[in-house]
């Protein structure tokens, strides 16, 4: 909304400085951080008042998980709330990709809303059905892909890219749905899964958001994008207020979720915002490098699938329990470390994913 404030630069000059993609990323950070650390306690306190057990706890879990036992959750609302307000308030919203993304968002996040509310309700980890779950999903991502391929131009909007080899590039056709699809879906569940300790997922999410704000400000800009010679895809700058209104959000809930949590972000919170950074990877056309970016995702969920595929063909489990980072829980490792370890990995890969638009 204030975007549209560099339109009165005639009358008020000082007024261009928000036509800036950079000035309004920074007050997106600081309008989401402190609209969740205004409302957020008084959240916390409602889901406590409103769920009563809170979220339930794994029984074949790590038994320092017990003392979480009455936490609330879909700490998510407070994320996506947070985010909301100040992407609508900092973004300019005549660009299309901003509304996909809030689509997106929204969509998952109502989807992880519902799983939340069954398993407090119920008392059960069972939630959502798989199968309509994931049928819920891929119809939203397969719409938002549609809408990503209708306002890109053309042969850039069916086009696959490869990091580090310049100008190689595949065209796959309206096939771009489908792959598009299942790399949103794919973001939003592999997130999910991470999302098992305390402040485990929302940092990687910023991290690996952070590195797409960098990505999505450089191919929106086609001096940046010639230069380092990475698809330019105009209007993807605008991208970037979103994530920083991402940010600030994820700041705000780590001062809440911080061990030990005082409310869990819940698939609300976590397939929303995976959904999101799948889809930003898709609008930017780096879907490959979100796979590098967002490597501590892809291990969690490689890790689930290792067991299960394990488990069922030779009765035998791979790792002591799955997501990976319950493993390490089992080994003795304590959550700080694990949390804190994860962080360092999911930062080393972000760096690994810049370095994509260099190496070429």
Do not use: C
């Not at 402190?34 to 409302?39: K, R, S, T, W």
């Amino acid at each position: 909304m204030f975007a549209f404030l560099a339109e009165f630069t005639s009358v008020f000059g000082p007024l261009n400085i928000f036509r800036y993609i950079t000035f309004r990323t920074g007050g997106a950070i600081v309008t989401a951080l402190i609209f969740v650390f205004l409302f957020g306690p008084g959240l916390i306190q409602l889901l406590r008042l409103k769920q009563g057990k809170g979220q339930p706890i794994r029984s074949d879990g790590p038994e320092s998980h017990m003392a979480k036992k009455g936490t609330p959750t879909m700490g998510g609302l407070m994320i996506l709330s947070g985010l909301v307000i100040s992407t609508l308030l900092w973004a300019n919203l005549r660009s299309p990709y901003v509304w996909i993304l809030l689509f997106v968002m929204l969509g998952f996040g109502a989807i992880g809303f519902y799983d939340d509310y069954l398993k407090v309700t119920k008392q059960t980890h069972a939630g959502f059905s798989s199968r309509a779950r994931l049928a819920l999903e891929f119809v939203i991502a397969g719409l938002a892909v549609t809408a990503v391929v209708f306002v890109t131009r053309e042969p850039l909007n069916t086009s696959i890219f490869f990091p580090f080899i310049k100008d190689l590039s595949i065209n796959i056709g309206f096939l771009m749905i489908a792959f598009g699809a299942l790399v949103i879906v794919g973001s939003g569940n592999a997130v999910n899964l991470t999302d098992g300790l305390d402040g485990l997922a929302i940092v990687p999410v910023m991290i690996a958001g952070g590195t797409f704000g960098i990505i999505a400000y450089l191919s929106g800009n086609a001096f940046f994008a010639n230069y380092l010679q990475i698809t330019h895809v105009p209007g993807t700058g605008e991208i970037v207020v979103v994530i920083g209104a991402l940010i600030g959000a994820g700041l705000g809930f780590l001062w809440f979720n911080a061990p030990p949590a005082q409310i869990f972000m819940g698939d609300t919170g976590s397939l929303a915002l995976g959904g999101l950074i799948g889809t930003i990877a898709v609008a930017t056309k780096h879907e490959i490098v979100l796979a590098v970016v967002g490597g501590l995702f892809v291990l969690e969920a490689v890790s689930v699938i290792v067991q299960v595929a394990s488990f069922k063909l030779t009765g035998k489990r791979v790792f002591r329990m799955a997501p990976i980072h319950h493993h390490f829980e089992k080994k003795g490792w304590s959550e700080p470390q694990v949390v804190v370890r994860f962080w360092i990995i999911a930062f080393v890969l972000a760096l690994a994913g810049l370095s994509t638009l260099k190496l070429r």
